[in-house]
């Protein structure tokens, strides 16, 4: 019983964050010395990326019967990342109004020693925020330079519209179906390789957070984690759990099924760590294999609901820590800044930072240096983020996938019940060529 017990991933990913807890606290120059072990399964994952995306997008498109369905999918998935950020940004600017954690600190911005956070700054500065250029990255430069920088929007681009193509050519396209179907069982085998050294990882990547940080810098602040975390359970409960109700399913037996996702994700602090389980794990519940593709990547993008959540509440806890008055107008020009500037800043560890000093700076009213006073905590709230990105991307699709009627109901209910197949065997039957098609022939008549 032990040993079965053992044996599971999401036990042996917990042990792993334990070890490597206690790692940093008792030897933390070691712990420190573990950062190149969550790094190397970060590359591990980010190497098949690229290719699992394709793929899945390209064999989802080209297996349909009505275009018309693709736009559909598109435009609402838009909607609802755009309304689930937004509400992420207003609950984070509650929240933080309500505890107001920073209340009390007196800092003076001139004191603070900006050298640690001059990397981000400078990486802020370099890059352009207009929107013009934003859609113009879109677009590729060429297709191997999107695959080789792992670019999530280029890559989609051009697998939406290679899956267009041999969509149009029909029987004359099917033998690279084919072989992208091959092509696709041979990347999640690898996924499968690679994930069975997830504990080791999250062992790595949780000794060097201690170890360089400690556990000081939690205590000393400490209120603005408990705020960041409670602010998030309440997203995921409230928020998401009224969509997953809506949507027809429990969102407790929803993330009994992630699990091992989600502790993968606590261990790593990243959210890209575990895309290619999560699409085959969506795809399996029910989820039809063009809504996995389309959702799940631009979800990375533009549904970071943990960041805009950590965004307005870093924010506001700087103005509060240094005295910066800010009237209700400033807040909202705040929230209206972090709109445009909290996409494309999920999925990797440190993006946020550089995304925050990019905000603060055009802001001008809230001091940048306040950020110094982040940095000894953001490692540790970047778990929060992580896995609230993750739950509200996952139940996200979860819902576009019902809300375009591409849901197959009979086996959500059958997997989420635990009735359906042994787990071992979810990857063959997720992208078995016939529960590929089922849900989308349903979704085009509905």
């Excluded at 050294?197 to 000393?220: D, E, H, N, R």
């Excluded at 800043?345 to 809230?366: E, H, K, Q, Y």
Aim: aromatic share 8%; proline share 4%; with cysteine.
């Amino acid at each position: 019983m032990a040993k079965r017990f053992l044996g599971k991933l999401y036990v042996q990913v917990l042990i792993g964050v334990t070890i490597g807890i206690l790692l940093g606290v008792f030897w933390p120059q070691f712990g420190a010395d573990l950062k190149p072990v969550g790094d190397a399964f970060i590359k591990l994952i980010k190497m098949v990326f690229a290719p699992i995306i394709f793929a899945t997008v390209v064999l989802g498109i080209a297996k349909m019967e009505n275009m018309k369905e693709l736009g559909r999918v598109g435009v609402r998935a838009l909607i609802y990342f755009e309304v689930l950020s937004t509400f992420a940004l207003i609950l984070g600017l509650v929240v933080v109004n309500f505890v107001q954690p920073g209340q009390g600190m007196n800092v003076d911005p001139a004191t603070l020693d900006t050298k640690s956070i001059a990397s981000y700054t400078a990486t802020a500065a370099s890059g352009s925020g207009s929107f013009t250029d934003f859609l113009l990255h879109i677009i590729p430069a060429s297709v191997t330079d999107a695959f080789a920088k792992n670019e999530i929007l280029q890559i989609l681009l051009f697998s939406t519209l290679f899956g267009i193509a041999l969509s149009h050519l029909g029987p004359r396209g099917k033998p690279m179906v084919d072989v992208l179907e091959a092509f696709s069982h041979g990347m999640f085998y690898i996924v499968g390789m690679v994930m069975r050294v997830a504990p080791l990882a999250a062992c790595g990547a949780m000794a060097f957070t201690v170890g360089k940080y400690g556990l000081g810098s939690i205590v000393s602040l400490g209120k603005l984690m408990a705020t960041m975390y409670l602010t998030c359970f309440l997203f995921v409960v409230i928020v998401l759990g009224f969509i997953a109700r809506l949507s027809g399913f429990s969102l407790w037996k929803f993330l009994k099924y992630l699990k091992e996702e989600l502790f993968t994700v606590l261990g790593t602090s990243s959210s890209e760590s575990v895309v290619p389980q999560l699409m085959n794990k969506l795809e399996n519940v029910g989820v039809s294999k063009p809504v996995v593709g389309l959702v799940i990547p631009s979800g990375l993008t533009f549904n970071p609901d943990g960041q805009c959540i950590y965004y307005t509440m870093a924010a506001i806890f700087i103005a509060q820590a240094t005295n910066t008055p800010l009237s209700l107008m400033d807040q909202l020009i705040v929230l209206g800044v972090l709109l445009l500037t909290s996409k494309g800043s999920a999925g990797v560890t440190g993006s946020g930072f550089i995304t925050l000093a990019a905000t603060l700076a055009s802001l001008d009213n809230i001091p940048v240096a306040g950020m110094v006073l982040l940095l000894g905590v953001d490692r540790f709230m970047s778990e929060a983020r992580a896995i609230t990105n993750t739950i509200g991307n996952a139940v996200g699709t979860m819902a576009i996938a019902k809300w375009v009627g591409a849901l197959d109901k009979s086996r959500m209910e059958k997997v989420l019940n635990g009735t359906d197949l042994p787990e071992q065997n979810q990857a063959q039957e997720s992208s078995a060529p016939n529960h590929t098609v089922k849900p989308v022939t349903t979704a085009s008549g509905a």
